[in-house]
Nanobody, 125 residues
Framework: QLQASGGGLVQAGGSLRLSCAAS????????IGWFRQAPGKEREGISC????????YYADSVKGRFTQFSDNVVNMVYLQMNSLKPEDTAVYYC????????????????????WGQGTQVTVSS
């Protein structure tokens, strides 16, 4: 299972770090992605990290502002979010897919095997 945390309320321009704790599966066999869903919008894939070499992929909407990284020793994945904008307001989810290659699964939610419960991020203007 996956447990996401770290959301909250922040002013525009601020930062937050989301965490995702993984358990119950072999972490090294899975790519981990972050998705978000704003009210009335479809779920958007924003980043994904490969379990083999740590390579990451980002949506254009967050590239240069968000950084995903993992700690394979403790089975944790993080999303560092800087320069937050009001349009980043959404529920953020982490998800795991059994593949070594993030490029295959990036932004394709139907492929994912496990989902966290979501954590709310609200950015005020």
């Amino acid at each position: 299972q996956l447990q996401a945390s770290g959301g909250g309320l922040v002013q525009a321009g601020g930062s937050l770090r989301l965490s995702c704790a993984a358990s119950g599966f072999t972490f090294d066999d899975y790519a981990i992605g972050w998705f978000r869903q704003a009210p009335g919008k479809e779920r958007e894939g924003i980043s994904c990290i490969s379990s083999t070499d740590g390579s990451t992929y980002y949506a254009d909407s967050v590239k240069g502002r968000f950084t995903q990284f993992s700690d394979n020793v403790v089975n944790m994945v993080y999303l560092q979010m800087n320069s937050l904008k009001p349009e980043d307001t959404a529920v953020y989810y982490c998800a795991a897919v059994r593949t070594a290659w993030a490029a295959i699964a990036f932004a394709r939610p139907a492929l994912y095997d496990y989902w966290g419960q979501g954590t709310q991020v609200t950015v005020s203007s």
